[in-house]
């Protein structure tokens, strides 16, 4: 296969991406093979079609997509590279399923430096790499300076569901309970503290992680988990009126109950945010019947990305899909859908 | 489901993307239910959870992925929603499987008008519907005026490799024909002909097309058709360049058997292209055994997308992997890969 036909190798130290590396030519044939395969590298991958080939069993299968324009590229605990893996395995493994491949499309905008990329891609196999799902077909595209952004990633995972699993938004009955894996808006803040340049006595870092294993040992102990999802953009709050609307149910919340780190609280009054409205990248919401709750929640507690699950309320009866929440201080509060923009680019 | 949750319906009419459609609140699930869900409908897509899921056979499966920039968005014969249903479908085609269902992420820039976007669409689910391979799951993505342009789509296919069909671009083998399905650079020549203002007799459409039913037929009749891809960027030239570096050989080509229409000759001299170089998007080239050659060509020509199939020249054995090609005046010349960039942002 190696033939050497480029005259040289790719200046990955002081190049820059430019509109010959998205034109089908050497020069995009060069950057796929030293940038991107050489980094993301899996049998799959090298198999050099169009797409990838592979064997599958007989069974439940499902598909997820999710595009990354996320403002800046590099933030504390994660990057890009490594957000637009664990967006898309998370998404995948909401349904119970075991994530399988990904695919991923780059649209780069001329002039970006390739020493950048090359830590996106590096952070992308890294992080495949950890969650053994790995990148097995991938596309290239360049746009003109000024008409993109640096890395726009769009992937796509596959997986398959267990047998027997049957997890979605609209399986959510009234007595049901509500589970969060972990503090609500690490992430969100994180991005808002870099953007707005603001330090605190300890840095808040992106909770971006892939939560399949936690998933995987959740289904198992529990296969009858009737939602699953991850509150990403809109935060805990639009992701628990989805659902709401989904099922047709009501939600009623304790906020006591709801973990958020106390240098998340303060970043967020100092930044003017709500935490329920704060995006996360590695964090799940499940809901599960009140006879399953303590045996899941013991299940997510043994595990490192659950160690801090918490039971935050229940689901109750309500034609109007309302959430509401019982205030620290005794009150109560309907927490309705995120209305305006929080956080723009936060994905 | 349908709670009438939002205050008026979207101003498709007058309306542009503003931020707050990327934020995960209520701006982007109205968006999604009355611009996307209500255009691509089909049963998947209404799980409404953020992966689609459905049952599978066992067997080999193939996913591809495409990124879509094409600029302008309309043009003669397409935009870039049809397109983007086109180039992926055909890319998990081209391994001979059959597709199943797509993923589309959205990344859209602040401003642009919904009723475009509402076009564009549309133009998606006709291509999907007519393919029939549906749009299954979707995302979409707001970056702020300046830092898109317009609309990007990347979309992820997968499908399913027929029993015994075994197609890839490192089977071609030295003796075997090349044959490519109908005329050489009609997308490329439309997108630069409307960049740039120009006018002829006769407008020169894109051929951007879904060649799925035209490659379930090869495969029918020949099996053991050994490589099949579609000359996207960089044209046929670069396309055989690929596939004989990835398959060790080399290639003889008759310049007057490469079917190209008077009118596309006519605008590449006035663009200053070489045709050989300019994309195609609803064309591929087949490579198969002599012995099969008459056989596949007749069962091309026979099909409405295939009727100007012409057997181009075969493959023969070069350690440099050379593509030469007899020209129409009876010399000879080597076409190499495109070296610069021909058409920036052709798809």
């Not at 990354?68 to 957000?83: A, E, K, Q």
Request: charged share 25%; net charge negative; with cysteine.
């Amino acid at each position: 296969m190696n033939k050497k036909r480029y005259t040289s190798r790719l200046d990955i130290k002081n190049g820059t991406v430019d509109m010959t590396h998205g034109s089908g030519g050497r020069a995009m044939a060069q950057l796929i093979e030293e940038l991107f395969i050489s980094n993301l590298d899996n049998e799959l991958l090298r198999q050099g079609n169009d797409q990838a080939a592979f064997d599958v069993e007989k069974g439940r299968m499902v598909m997820s997509v999710d595009g990354h324009v996320i403002s800046p590229l590099f933030f504390p605990g994660g990057d890009i590279g490594s957000l637009s893996v664990h967006g898309t395995v998370n998404d995948v493994a909401m349904s119970g399923a075991k994530p399988l491949y990904l695919s991923a499309g780059f649209i780069l905008e001329e002039g970006f430096p390739l020493a950048d990329l090359k830590r996106i891609v590096e952070s992308m196999a890294a992080a495949a790499n950890l969650a053994g799902v790995p990148v097995v077909t991938g596309d290239t595209k360049v746009v003109e300076k000024g008409k993109g952004d640096g890395v726009f990633i769009t992937t796509t995972g596959i997986g398959v569901v267990p047998e027997g699993v049957n997890i979605s938004g609209d399986l959510a009955r009234p007595g049901d309970k509500i589970i969060v894996s972990g503090s609500m808006g690490d992430h969100g803040v994180a991005i808002m503290s870099k953007r707005e340049n603001l330090t605190f006595e300890t840095t808040i870092e992106s909770d971006s992680q892939a939560l399949h294993d936690l998933i995987a040992e959740m289904v198992q102990a529990v296969p009858t988990i009737h939602c699953l999802r991850d509150p990403t953009r809109g935060g805990l709050a639009s992701t628990l009126n989805e659902m709401a609307q989904q099922s047709n149910v009501g939600m009623k919340l304790r906020e006591e109950d709801i973990p958020i780190k106390p240098e998340v609280h303060a970043a967020c009054e100092l930044l003017g945010l709500d935490p329920l409205y704060v995006a996360n990248e590695g964090k799940l919401i499940a809901i599960c019947s009140a006879d399953d709750a303590d045996k899941l929640l013991a299940v997510m507690r043994a595990h490192p990305k659950g160690e801090d699950a918490s039971i935050i309320g229940d689901v109750i009866e309500d034609e109007h899909n309302f959430i509401q929440m019982e205030t620290s201080f005794g009150g109560s509060r309907i927490v309705d859908w995120l209305a305006g923009e929080q956080l723009p680019r936060i994905c």
